[in-house]
Nanobody
Framework: QVQLVESGGGLVQAGGSLRLSCAAS????????MGWFRQAPGKEREFVTR????????YYADSVKGRFTISRDNAKNTVYLQMNSLKPDDTAVYYC????????????????WGQGTQVTVSS
């Protein structure tokens, strides 16, 4: 069992930066791949990025590539999402999720979810 708690969301102007954190409970955190998803009002939850259990492999949605960076610290049971050059289109609730090794970019592949943190980017 893994419990996930996101933090770090807020209101930022376009072009600004935010760093989201996702703290995990449970001793098996390091065995899970981790992902970030987001959901804007009236839209489906969409994949943002994922990182392998070791941190050695990452994958990004085209919409955030070059602007967002995912990382993890297994000693701290935490995964991070550094978001730079934010745009109004990035406004959404951001969720972290944990899934088995080899998990991809679809919602149903992930087993555990956090409650989400709101990110609002003003123009």
């Amino acid at each position: 069992q893994v419990q996930l708690v996101e933090s770090g969301g807020g209101l930022v102007q376009a072009g600004g930066s935010l760093r989201l954190s996702c703290a995990a409970s449970g001793r098996t955190f390091s065995s899970y791949a981790m992902g970030w998803f987001r959901q804007a009002p009236g839209k489906e939850r969409e994949f943002v990025t994922r990182i392998s259990w070791s941190g050695g492999s990452t994958y990004y949605a085209d919409s955030v590539k070059g602007r967002f960076t995912i990382s993890r610290d297994n000693a701290k049971n935490t995964v991070y999402l550094q978001m730079n050059s934010l745009k109004p289109d990035d406004t959404a609730v951001y969720y972290c999720a944990a899934g088995p090794t080899g998990v991809g970019y679809t919602v149903h592949e992930y087993r555990y979810w956090g409650q989400g943190t709101q990110v609002t980017v003003s123009s």
